[in-house]
Structures are given as structure tokens and as C-alpha cells.
């Protein structure tokens, strides 16, 4: 099993830049997937980025940077230029076995953080 953990959130002015992290706990982690995702009330858990347990990125337009460190057991998403947009639950999440469903879609993830509140004013 892996539990996740995400931070870093929280209030920000458009143009700024944030960092989350995703901790994780439990002897799995380094053979995860990792991605990331977000959701507002109005629109299903979209895809933001995703990471590899092999650490090849790859995340949605050059705004995002999803890295990880399998040490520390962590996985960051760093993102710069927030608008208010960008407002949102952002989540991490695990993907263990791979499945029918691409890694862009939510329902390849077998194991979720609770989510860090990320809100942007303009």
C-alpha cells in the first residue's frame, strides 16, 4: 500500500510561483507512477503532469515541472506564471500496475492524496 501526502499549497497572486510536494509512505513508492492532478468543483480531476518511477517527466504546457526524488520518497510540481486559472485541488497520485486507461487519466491510479488547496487571485 502507499499513502500520499500532499503541501505546499495555499494563497498566491497571479504571476507567482509555487512549489507542491507529494510524500510518500510505505516500501512501494519507488515503483509508482506518480501524477498529478487537479479538480474544481465545476470540471472532473484533470491531468496536470506525471513522473515515471524511472523519473521521465512529463507535464501539461511549459508552465509545469513535475521532478522526483525516490530517496526522500517525494515528488514535487513546481509551477510558475499561475493565473487564477490555475485555482484548484491539486492531487497526487500513485499508479502501481499498468492498466487499460492512459497516464493521463484519473482512473489509472490506484492510490490518492487527501489534495492541497492551491487558490490564485488576479
Known amino acids: 500500500q502507499v499513502r500520499l501526502v500532499e503541501s505546499g499549497g495555499g494563497l498566491v497572486q497571479a504571476g507567482d510561483s509555487l512549489t507542491l510536494s507529494c510524500g510518500a509512505s510505505g516500501p512501494y513508492f519507488s515503483h509508482c507512477d506518480i501524477g498529478w492532478f487537479r479538480q474544481t468543483p465545476e470540471k472532473e480531476r484533470d491531468f496536470v503532469a506525471h513522473?515515471?518511477?524511472?523519473g521521465v517527466p512529463d507535464a501539461v504546457g511549459g508552465r509545469f515541472t513535475i521532478s522526483r526524488e525516490n530517496a526522500k520518497n517525494m515528488v514535487y510540481l513546481r509551477m510558475k506564471l499561475l493565473t487564477p486559472e490555475d485555482t484548484a485541488v491539486y492531487y497526487c497520485?500513485?499508479?502501481?500496475?499498468?492498466?487499460?486507461?492512459?497516464?493521463?487519466?484519473?482512473?489509472?491510479?490506484?492510490?490518492w492524496g487527501q489534495g492541497t488547496q492551491v487558490t490564485v487571485s488576479p
Open positions: 513522473i515515471t518511477s524511472e
Open positions: 497520485a500513485c499508479r502501481l500496475k499498468s492498466g487499460g486507461y492512459r497516464f493521463t487519466d484519473h482512473l489509472a491510479y490506484e492510490y
